[in-house]
T-cell receptor, first 115, second 110 residues
């Protein structure tokens, strides 16, 4: 157990639908990052929040959005889902941000399958 | 934008052979991190390098950060079957942005 909790572990949904992925960071970590990993692919950075505020944005589609709540948990919302959105979505957390992050702790991921 | 290239993409070795993966950045990095992802698992943080020319060791793993802080390498001596997985580097630019390489997937034949 890394200390980063992601739910659900698996999600199967139809095209056009909307889903919400949830992440609870490791205790004490203020930064939350979302990554997408397609089959046998690298980690594509989507977005980062630090202490409730959006800090950095990667290649996140307009159909995707995220937020970090006052208790520091984060949600990634994916809407108008397409087959190509099928992937493993990882959440990671760190104490600080930028150079002070000193390593990310990843959750076990949510495997999303769009049919 | 910042690009981090990792080579090779795949490496197949016989157990006991050495393994090296290389990471090259298009921009100067403030630090670089290395992660390991076992098959079916999630990335796990291994180490962070900050200083120019820094070398760190973890048992059979040796990590180096280039003098120009634009490249790094991970070397595994005498690979074991437990070393299988994908090794990612992640470089932090001076602008505070982190970029992951595409990873090197290592398979070890017993």
């Amino acid at each position: 157990d890394s200390g980063v909790t992601q739910t659900p572990k698996h999600l199967i949904t139809a095209t056009g639908q909307r889903v919400t992925l949830r992440c609870s960071p490791r205790s004490g970590d203020l930064s939350v990052y979302w990554y997408q990993q397609s089959l046998d692919q690298g980690l594509q950075f989507l977005i980062q929040y630090y202490n409730g505020e959006e800090r950095a944005k990667g290649n996140i589609l307009e159909r995707f959005s995220a937020q970090q709540f006052p208790d520091l948990h984060s949600e990634l919302n994916l809407s108008s889902l397409e087959l190509g959105d099928s992937a493993l979505y990882f959440c990671a957390s760190s104490v600080g941000t930028g150079e002070l992050s000193y390593g990310y702790t990843f959750g076990s991921g949510t495997r999303l399958t769009v049919v | 934008g910042q690009q981090v290239m990792q080579i090779p993409q795949y490496q197949h070795v016989q157990e006991g052979e050495d393994f090296t993966t290389y990471c090259n950045s298009s921009t100067t990095l403030s630090n670089i991190q290395w992660y390991k992802q076992r098959p079916g698992g999630h990335p796990v943080f291994l180490i962070q390098l900050v200083k120019s020319g820094e070398v760190k060791k973890q048992k059979r793993l040796t990590f180096q950060f280039g003098e120009a802080k634009k490249n790094s390498s991970l070397h595994i001596t005498a690979t074991q079957t437990t070393d299988v997985g994908t090794y990612f580097c992640a470089g932090y630019s001076n602008a505070g942005k982190s970029t992951f390489g595409d990873g090197t997937t290592l398979t070890v034949k017993p």
